[in-house]
């Protein structure tokens, strides 16, 4: 009987222990997983449910959650532009190209300018096209050159300045909205004023918000390139500083030359079988004639061009008949010059010489009167 009563007091001890074993690990299980986890328990019990969120954190919460959500829906706006410096064959039918690429991708030319510096020329052209088409433009830009010299491109991610100035846009505007019907139920002048100010403050910050959003937009739709343009095509002319002369007269010749690659190299053909190395060189005729010159230019890299003038120069002797002739006859015209004018003036002083032959008379006059006495 006792190791009956022994055994039922073990097994009662037994089912104790093991009930409150596993109690408490129910308890435990559902205080690390309440936050997260709403479930049944690996004993069974369903834990309590989460604490609620505190009232006063909800309006924040679905702020936020909204906010992420119209980030989320609105498309990634980027400002892109992009700087190239190409070397050209022509720098204005280059000009040119790049005005037509310009309305083939959707864009248009900002400005565009040519110069020469050092006997180079130069071109600037600024140009807007789609920001879908950015990169297709570029690849074509790349295609005019013989070479280029540098290309840079950047990107400005501004979807979260625009997605900002979005909602304070509808912040100011609801601003007004109340602004207004606060001016409905002003009652005296300084109610009035004071609303009124108000209201053109809001209104000025609703157009300066709205003009940098639509300045946001439009540079994001059309991407900017800026092409700096170096003509490699070797252009030459000259001229000289007479075109008809004695024998033995010198005269300079002066050489233009614009795009290749300096240093450049001179050959002169004077048309009476001498030459010439310099750029601007100075040549005596020693015989008379009608000659052809030419100047052929080579650049640093090899590249030629040519300038001829037919007939250029016109050598004459020291002595013509035909000059003499001529002489003769200006110096002839010249002295009919001088008789015309000297008449005119002695017309022009008729009455001076009137009174002045009146005195010599009248003293003529009285000389002779006298020697009679």
Not at 287 to 303: E, M, N, P, Y
């Amino acid at each position: 009987m006792k190791k009956l009563l022994l055994g039922l007091m073990v097994f009662v001890l037994f089912t104790a222990s093991v009930a409150c074993a596993r109690s408490s690990e129910d308890v435990v299980y559902s205080e690390a997983t309440e936050p997260s986890i709403v479930g049944i328990s690996p004993g069974g019990m369903r834990p309590p449910a989460p604490t609620p969120t505190p009232a006063i954190k909800l309006p924040h919460i679905v702020a936020t959650q909204a906010a992420t959500a119209e980030q989320a829906t609105v498309e990634r706006m980027v400002i892109r532009s992009a700087s190239l410096e190409l070397v050209v064959e022509d720098v204005n039918n280059s000009i040119a190209r790049i005005t037509e690429l310009a309305d083939q991708y959707g864009g248009y030319v900002v400005n565009s300018n040519v110069y020469q510096e050092r006997n180079r020329l130069y071109g600037n052209i600024s140009l807007r096209v789609d920001a879908a088409r950015f990169y297709e433009a570029l690849r074509a830009l790349r295609q005019l050159a013989i070479e280029v010299k540098a290309e840079s491109t950047s990107g400005q991610d501004v979807t979260e300045e625009y997605i900002d100035l979005d909602a304070r846009l509808r912040n100011l505007e609801a601003s007004e909205s109340q602004l207004l019907e606060l001016m409905k139920r002003a009652g005296d002048v300084e109610e009035i004023l004071k609303v009124q100010q108000e209201l053109t403050r809001t209104r000025e910050e609703i157009e300066r918000t709205k003009a940098r959003m639509k300045y946001l937009e439009e540079s994001s739709a059309l991407a900017y390139i800026s092409v700096t343009l170096e003509q490699s095509k070797l252009s030459v002319d000259f001229n000289a500083t007479a075109r008809t002369l004695k024998e033995g007269q010198a005269i300079r010749f002066e050489a233009n030359v614009s795009g290749g690659f300096t240093p450049y190299t001179y050959e002169w053909d004077f048309g009476d079988g001498t030459k010439g190395t310099e750029a601007n060189p100075v040549h005596t005729y020693r015989a008379k004639g009608i000659f052809t010159v030419s100047l052929t230019v080579k650049d640093d890299k090899g590249h030629t061009a040519s300038m001829v003038r037919e007939n250029y120069i016109t050598v004459i002797s020291g002595w013509e008949a035909g000059n003499t002739a001529r002489s003769a006859y200006k110096g002839l015209v010249a002295l009919g010059h001088f008789f015309v004018d000297l008449f005119i003036w002695l017309g022009y002083l008729s009455p001076v010489w009137i009174i002045i032959l009146l005195i010599l008379y009248f003293a003529w006059w009285r000389r002779r009167r006298k020697s009679k006495q």
